[in-house]
């Protein structure tokens, strides 16, 4: 049997086969790792694709939530009405807290997108939004945090305003009391003497239906120690004028600077008339015994309180709007929001226009308080705001007021202890609501993130 070996050419097409297999794997390899790049850089582009049109979703869903919020600030005429009281943590703190959900929809029915909105401080100077966002099918949230600004509604930026002349005096010979003005911050802490702030700045304006001139008088009788202090500034008008003057007179004290009032200022306060829808309350005459009032609103045609069991308190926040006038005297108290906590923003008083004065020889009434429409004597005390704007106002030697008095007048020969944060609270004048502000947005923060 003969026996064939494999010669040269035999071996060169083994090798070459080999070579054609390797290589043939190399090219394979190849072609997996740039197939397995290219998966994988669609697979990135479509994930980066998906986040950037879900956030684009998200983006429009929180616009039109605070689209909304600005509607009901600037159009509606009971904005916030059908909103729910929000327990979301970002409301923890604030007294004003709403929330609304609201589903969006393309022109086909079909649901686009949900947001929950969010506003706290719905009736303060600024507000805040915070719009949470996210589109139909996406993973992605928006989230917006919105700082607003309304126009200002002069009332609380001084510890009193008059439209009228504002004067502070004790009697000469009356030992052992005092008159004038300090300040606070409720949110800081309650009053007290000892931390006493000097921001209880006095202002009187010159508006013709009210007063022939804008003054503002201390009158410390030559007395010592001085007992008619303002620890704070003292304007009066617009403009340097002998109808408009500060007169710091016989040992009284102005810690502060005696100026004009800015030139945008307003020179008037807004008339106050009676809502549309209140809880009646008729005359109110607490003689000896209290009355609490729930968080609301409250229409009364004359208040009148006489000893120190007389309280009138408050339970939430309330708007009590008089007709008349209003009277305390021998230690009674109007509380805001209990006697220890000091809010006066948790009550806003009123006093409506035209109203009547209280007549003379009104029993249980102190005789320096006729002809008045707000009178406080004989160590009474008040926590609250009021505003009125043709009222003259009378606040009697060895009382305490805590809040702010804007009026047609004022005669101070007792205390005032005005709330700094009150710089920051609406008024509501009964003519209009919260809902016809002009509000505009001043900051816009966003952020994303993913569920």
Known sequence: MMHRFPGPY????????????????????????????????????GRLLSRTTGGIGALATTESGVELALWEFNYNAT??????????????????????????????GQATGTVLVLVRDIDRYGPTVRAIGQSQGSSVRSIVDVELRRSRRRGFDHAAFAQGEVGISVASGTSGVSAGTDSYDST?????????????????SYNAP????????????????????????????????????????????????????????????????MPGSC????SVSLISSGKVLAAGTYCADSLRMDGASAKLSTTGDVKLYVRNWVALQNGAAIEADGSTSLRPERLQMYLKDGG????????????TCSNQRFCTASSSQVTGTLYGPDANVRIETSTQFYGAIASSSLALAGNMHYDENLAKVLTDYGSGSLGTGNVSIMTWRRREEEN
């Open 79 to 108: 904005p916030f009405a059908g909103w729910s009281v929000s327990t979301n943590p970002w409301c923890a703190g604030f007294a004003t807290c709403r929330e609304r959900t609201m589903t969006l929809t393309a022109s086909t």
């Open 279 to 282: 809880t009646e309350l008729g």
């Open 210 to 273: 009210y007063t022939a001139g804008a003054r503002l008088t201390l009158n410390g009788f030559n007395e010592s120690p001085p007992r008619a202090i303002v620890e704070g500034d003292g304007f009066a008008g617009f403009q340097a004028d002998a109808n408009y003057t500060v007169s710091v007179i016989n040992g009284g004290v102005l810690t502060g600077t005696e100026a004009n009032l800015s030139q945008t200022a307003s020179s008037s306060l807004e008339q106050v008339t």
């Open 356 to 367: 009547s004065k209280l007549p003379a020889g009104t029993p249980n009434t102190a005789a």
């Open 10 to 45: 035999t071996r060169s097409a083994h090798q070459g086969r080999r070579g054609s297999i390797l290589l043939g794997l190399w090219f394979v390899s190849i072609l997996l790792v740039l197939t397995t790049q290219i998966t994988t850089r669609n697979l990135t582009d």
């Open 188 to 204: 800081v802490a309650p009053y007290s003497v000892v931390s006493a702030g000097e921001n209880g700045d006095l202002a009187s």
